[in-house]
């Protein structure tokens, strides 16, 4: 079968969904050991493991592209291109995944996460009351299972985007 513009959309979006939902999968593995550990404010290892499964992910996931579905070569903006929609696809699982969590299996987690917030933005000095409260109130009202995917998707593809941009110079392999 000759590779058309479609063809190779269609193999695109495979592979980007194939891989998305394995990093998707290994971020919502870490949120749910932060969720059985109770971390609600993070912990440095939770935050750093999950910075380097999603680093690791991109790294990965855009390797195995180059090398399975493009012959050995890669440019700079296709691995770019693949490692942002990877991480749209995978903040759609991780953002699903925290949207129940947070409104099915345990509602009061929010709760909990925004006492642990509102304790440290305390313990930093550097807001009143005043400001505690109201950014609390803004965060509380944008918690719906729609906007958690939102936020989610929005966050992860330019995280996504920001970590291609360098990973894309190291993986790109032009055809000579």
Do not use: H
């Not at 980007?16 to 440095?44: K, P």
């Not at 609390?136 to 929005?154: C, L, N, Y």
């Amino acid at each position: 079968m000759e590779n058309t513009p479609l063809t190779d959309r269609k193999a695109l979006l495979k592979i980007t969904a194939t891989y998305g939902a394995y990093l998707g999968a290994a971020l919502v593995a870490i949120s749910f050991a932060d969720y059985l550990l109770n971390i609600y404010g993070g912990s440095t290892l939770i935050n750093t493991l999950s910075y380097a499964v999603f680093i690791g992910g991109i790294v990965w996931a855009t390797l195995a592209y180059r090398n399975n579905a493009k012959g050995g070569y890669i440019s700079y903006g296709q691995a770019l291109r693949f490692g942002t929609a990877l991480c749209a696809f995978a903040a759609v699982i991780l953002g699903a995944y925290t949207a129940i969590l947070v409104n099915v299996v345990d509602p009061a987690y929010l709760e909990k996460s925004f006492e642990v917030a509102m304790q440290q933005m305390a313990d930093s000095g550097e807001y009143t009351e005043d400001e505690i409260d109201l950014a609390m109130s803004a965060s509380r009202a944008m918690m719906t299972p729609v906007s958690i995917v939102v936020f989610s998707v929005i966050t992860y593809s330019l995280l996504g985007f920001f970590v291609s941009l360098i990973t894309s110079a190291f993986i790109k392999k032009e055809k000579n």
